[in-house]
């Protein structure tokens, strides 16, 4: 019995590789494609924008000490002015540099920026308190607060 080195199949397999190769390097070309190391960093919001009345008021990021939920809106605390956001805070969140700012509960992010202290309270938690004297429950483990503040 004689037998023979090639597979019936070599071919098929050839010409699936070369196949795959050609759609492969046709997905790179049109953009669906891209390897994790060529993909853009992550933009954060530096400015955020809300109409006030009859004009358009523009905040830095890193003035903002706190923005608290509000519903479907959230209210953003600069010093002693409020403005209210048509924006979820889940969706802000997402928007903001985790460098700087941190959610301390389902309510609220704070600026690490802004932190004085954090004061213990009964039954292990804890209570942040900002530069300007407001006092915010924290639900957000001590240890991973800790961690945020340190490297902020």
């Known amino acids: ?3 023979r080195s090639d597979s019936p199949f070599k071919g098929t397999t050839q010409h699936g ?9 046709g997905a790179a070309v049109r953009g669906r ?3 994790p190391h060529e993909r853009p960093a992550r933009c954060h919001l530096t400015r955020l924008t809300l109409r006030v009345d009859n004009k358009i008021v523009i905040l ?3 003035d903002i000490d706190t923005i608290e939920s509000a519903g479907n809106c959230v209210a953003v605390h ?3 002015e409020s403005h209210i956001v048509r924006e979820t805070l889940s969706a802000l969140e997402t928007q903001l540099d985790p460098k700087k700012f941190l ?15 954090l004061l213990p309270m009964f039954k292990g938690e804890h209570v942040m ?3 300007n004297g407001k006092h915010l429950a924290m ?6 607060a800790e961690r945020a503040l340190k490297f902020s």
């Open 1 to 3: 019995m004689t037998r």
């Open 17 to 25: 590789g070369e196949q795959l190769t050609k759609n492969h390097a």
């Open 33 to 35: 494609l891209v390897s």
């Open 60 to 62: 830095r990021i890193g």
């Open 78 to 80: 600069v010093g002693k």
């Open 103 to 117: 959610r301390i509960s389902r309510s609220a992010i704070v600026n690490l920026d802004r932190v004085k202290e």
């Open 129 to 131: 308190v900002l530069q």
């Open 139 to 144: 639900t957000l483990g001590l240890r991973a």
